[in-house]
């Protein structure tokens, strides 16, 4: 488990923005039944997540489609609720960190480590982008 003072601001810097943070197993439950676009994000403490992740989910919600529910549960730490997240999103592999967009509960698209991992953030950003084109 990652101190607290190390995951504090790395979560704010989603919460601030909009995101719920999702704590408990019954949280994202919840959140998976709202109907309408649901992005997921899987926050971590890795430098890709720093780079690229966090600040390419960012950089794609300034267009004019965007999802109409923002959440996020942080790995290493969230642990139920990550673990709860995963279970929605096989059968990807667990992946951190990882952004889904989910319609109506049901998986549309996803980004793992690998798409993340090496990429700059406005690659990401436009990568969602392109699918908030398609399904929102």
């Known amino acids: 488990m990652y101190p607290e003072e190390i995951v504090m601001p790395l979560k704010h810097e989603l919460t ?17 039944k709202r109907s309408g676009t649901t992005l997921v994000m899987i926050n971590s ?23 109409d529910h923002l959440v996020t549960v942080f790995a290493g730490f969230d642990f139920e609720s990550t673990e709860r997240v995963r279970e929605f999103l096989q ?16 998986l549309v698209h996803m ?22 084109q398609e399904f929102v």
């Open 111 to 132: 980004l793992e480590r690998y798409h993340i991992e090496g990429h700059r953030a406005e690659a990401i950003a436009d990568n969602l982008k392109q699918a908030y």
């Open 16 to 32: 601030s923005n909009g995101f719920e943070e999702l704590t408990t197993k019954e949280m994202v439950d919840e959140a998976m």
């Open 91 to 106: 059968p990807f592999p667990p992946s951190s960190p990882s952004v889904a967009l989910f319609k109506d509960g049901e």
């Open 45 to 67: 403490v890795c430098g890709c997540a720093a780079r690229a992740a966090r600040p390419g989910v960012l950089l794609s919600l300034e267009g004019n489609k965007v999802p």
